[in-house]
């Protein structure tokens, strides 16, 4: 192959391709430092919206808000998790005679890894969806263009207030998750498969260590930071009318999960290590 022959094309869609992702990478970033950033602005100047985004959050509107809004259904979600566990760890543990440790698979899987990554995707389906959609149509519509004009912050007005109201609401909401998994957990084992209740209380309230529920609700929070952050941001940069709303709920629902399943693995590392801070005795 000569000089001339050389895929010149080829080597420049390449990098063209190479310099647009690193671009948007950068975009990314620039946004979600400018909206984490804005949060002061947010609480002192936007106190009315950021009222108003925490009870939609949490409670819904319109027809969502009939069944209980996000609190039904992250309820429901974790509480079909907390079944499962018990389902699936009485089947195993039976196995080898050990049915007994029901309760600390409760009290160390639902802690550690079941309920946060259960309530990030309930949030990154119902809160974040809902985010990008709101955003994404005010986008299309000029209305952040309006904002702008009439001299509102829109990043702090849209984006930062969604962030505070997402750290908000999770807290309440995290607290509903563990206790559905808790109790669906051991109504399963004790009256579906007839363990006696004091056994599954002993193990699970052995292995369930205070400390760990802390470290899960700090996994929480971050969780539903880093889900607004990317929901607010591809609502904010959507573009194409009504289709391209879709196409941007699509892709932030896409990105926050593999952010809440990245964060989850990676602080789960930081927080137990290799060794998982764990000791099972007794």
Known sequence: MTVAQVPLPKL???ARDLVYGLTR???QWRFYTQTIKSIGDALIHYRVELLRLIAQMSLGTGAL??????VVVVGFLTMTTGALIAVQGYSQFAEVGVEALVGF?????????????VAGIALAATIGAGATAQIGAMRINEEIDALEV?????VAYLASNRVVAGVVVVIPLYCVAMIMSFLAARFGTTLIYGQSSGVYDHYFNTFLNPVDLLWSFLLAVTMA?????????YG?????GPAGVGEA?????????????????????????????FNLSG
């Open 25 to 27: 990478i950068g975009n």
């Open 225 to 233: 930071i880093v889900i607004m952050l990317v929901h607010t941001y």
């Open 249 to 277: 709920v699509g892709r932030a629902v896409r990105t926050s999960l593999i952010s809440a399943a990245f964060f989850t693995m990676f602080l789960s590392l930081a927080i137990y290590g290799q060794s998982g801070n």
């Open 65 to 70: 808000a009939v069944i209980g809004g996000t």
């Open 12 to 14: 420049r869609d390449s």
């Open 105 to 117: 698979a409760s009290a160390y899987f639902n802690v550690r890894l079941a309920a946060p990554l």
């Open 236 to 240: 904010y940069t959507a573009s194409g």
């Open 150 to 154: 009439i001299g509102i912050r829109s």
